[in-house]
């Protein structure tokens, strides 16, 4: 079971300004092969199948408890997605204008992603940057515990690829902020798997990282989190369970050499932002002032 909260794990910047390519090209971050859906639903159906989890306790509280921050992250890409978007196509409202030529989408033409205007009110969606919607055959879940961590120390350093690219597309500051957010809780994520291959292997996984082979700190966004330590946090998001993390995550960073630590609380989190309401695409919708008029004469 899954216990929810309102608020996204770290507070996000307002954009620049409304930029539909960016939000197009942040899309990669949410439904792209290395997106942060595949990292959810990897890790979910890993610990769904998980066999033999009294021998391998700390293994499946690791994978479970990793799924469980995932969540986290769709919804901070999801967040960013949507601010980008906002203001976009011209705020106007046909029930209230007089001009019934206006064509208040047309900037959604020259947009890369027209399922953005089409298909959702200006919101994130499960696609990747090309509009591909996500797929379950992202999902890998062999059943070898081995393998499936060895190929969760891979997604992890192909998310992390994916994230640079992305940030140098973009540099809006609401994104670039996500981005920092997410490269930092994604590399505690490689050093997981690292950790756990290394623990139950003897190899020395560490020696490879960073992949690709650029240090989170040459990012801004990612550098303010990383002098506060985020980077060395397994944070616990069970207030109950998941208690072996610790059998994993502890011992030196395999960067900075500080020492790994596991938290028994989430992030203290902030409020979503409030997106505005994009009358254009009837959303949210609601009252038709004309309707109303006229049934207001009817029932007078
Ligand atoms: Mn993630
Ligand atoms: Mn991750």
């Known amino acids: 079971m899954i216990h929810r909260f309102d608020k996204l794990a770290m507070a996000l910047p307002d954009p620049a300004g409304p930029d539909a390519n960016a939000a197009a090209a942040v899309q990669e971050l949410m439904g792209g092969k290395f997106g942060e859906m595949s990292t959810l639903m990897n890790y979910t159906f890993q610990s769904f199948n998980f066999r033999g989890r009294e021998k391998m ?15 986290s992250h769709i919804e901070l890409v ?82 992390r690829a994916n994230k640079i690219r992305v940030y140098e597309m973009v540099s809006d500051p609401c994104a670039r ?33 960073p992949i690709p082979d650029v240090c989170n700190k ?17 944070y616990r998001w069970s207030p109950t369970d998941y208690p072996q993390l610790d059998q994993v995550w502890n011992g030196p960073h395999p960067e900075d050499g500080g020492e790994l630590i596991v938290k ?12 505005e309401e994009e009358p254009q695409l009837s959303s949210p919708g609601g009252i038709d002032p004309d309707m109303l008029k006229h ?3 009817i029932l007078s």
């Not at 298909?119 to 591909?132: E, K, R, V």
């Not at 919607?133 to 059943?143: I, K, L, Q």
């Not at 801004?220 to 989190?225: F, G, K, L, S």
């Not at 028994?264 to 997106?275: K, L, Q, R, V």
């Open 57 to 71: 306790r700390p293994y499946f509280d690791l994978i479970s408890n990793i799924a469980a921050e995932e969540y």
């Open 78 to 159: 999801s967040a960013t997605i949507n601010l980008l978007l906002s203001g976009t196509t011209k705020r106007s409202d046909r029930n209230t204008s007089k001009n019934s030529k206006a064509s208040p989408l047309e900037e959604a033409k020259a947009a890369r992603n027209s399922y953005h205007f089409l298909a959702s009110g200006q919101t994130a969606l499960p696609i990747d940057s090309m509009g591909n919607p996500w797929t379950g055959a992202n999902v890998f879940s062999s059943g070898n515990l081995k393998l499936d961590l060895l190929h969760n120390f891979f997604l992890e350093c192909g998310a």
């Open 177 to 209: 902020a996500m981005v920092g957010f997410l490269l930092v809780r994604g590399g505690v994520h490689i050093v997981a798997y690292a950790r756990a291959l290394e623990k139950l292997t003897g190899a020395d996984v560490g020696k490879l990282l």
């Open 218 to 234: 040459k990012f801004p966004e990612a550098a303010i989190h990383e002098k506060k330590g985020i980077h060395r946090i397994m």
């Open 264 to 275: 028994d609380e989430i992030p203290e989190g902030a409020p979503w932002p409030e997106f």
């Open 295 to 297: 049934y207001a004469k």
